[in-house]
């Protein structure tokens, strides 16, 4: 009871500080500005380090990882589009994600076939595919070959690099 209910504290505070630095993360980040625009960002780390904030510098930019279940989207069942938090381009529809125990959300495919870039990660000991989103080459999350159909794969993905907005009511 008592680890449920520190659990649920500790979420709804990081959950809380997301939203905050999710409405902030954007201010100074001239490279924010279309959903659509697939141009390569060629974008050094110095110049990323000013314009993002700290923990989405320290997961995109890094390789760093957010700690298991608590980033805000790795339950969340929402009907929309997730968009890089980086660069504003489309990543995953909600209809590819699926539950895990993962602790991260997953998805089996990207928007756009072929808008993710693969390198070997082989860090913690690990054999692991690191996936970048092709346009800005941030960091987001690990490939893994056990996913449902139709494509067999888990993107495993960090919250934090992610924003979700929902489809337009009909």
Not at 32 to 53: C, Q
Not at 91 to 105: I, M, V
Request: net charge positive; proline share 5%.
């Amino acid at each position: 009871m008592v680890i449920t209910v520190c659990y649920e504290a500790t979420r709804s505070a990081i959950t809380a500080k997301h939203k905050t630095m999710t409405n902030q993360q954007h201010s100074h980040n001239p490279y924010y500005y279309s959903r659509t625009d697939t141009t390569k960002l060629n974008i050094s780390n110095t110049v990323w380090e000013k314009v993002l904030p700290n923990a989405l510098y320290e997961v995109a930019r890094l390789g760093s990882t957010e700690i298991t279940f608590t980033g805000k989207y790795w339950d969340y069942e929402g009907v929309g589009t997730y968009y890089c938090a980086v660069c504003c381009n489309p990543l995953f529809r909600s209809d590819t994600k699926f539950a895990t125990t993962c602790g991260w959300p997953s998805f089996f495919e990207t928007v756009r076939p072929k808008s993710v870039l693969f390198r070997k990660d082989n860090s913690f000991g690990m054999n692991r595919s690191e996936v970048l989103w092709e346009r800005c080459q941030s960091h987001l999350g690990h490939v893994f070959d056990d996913g449902p159909s139709p494509t067999g794969k888990r993107f495993c993905m960090n919250s934090i690099v992610l924003e979700f907005k929902p489809d337009k009511a009909s």
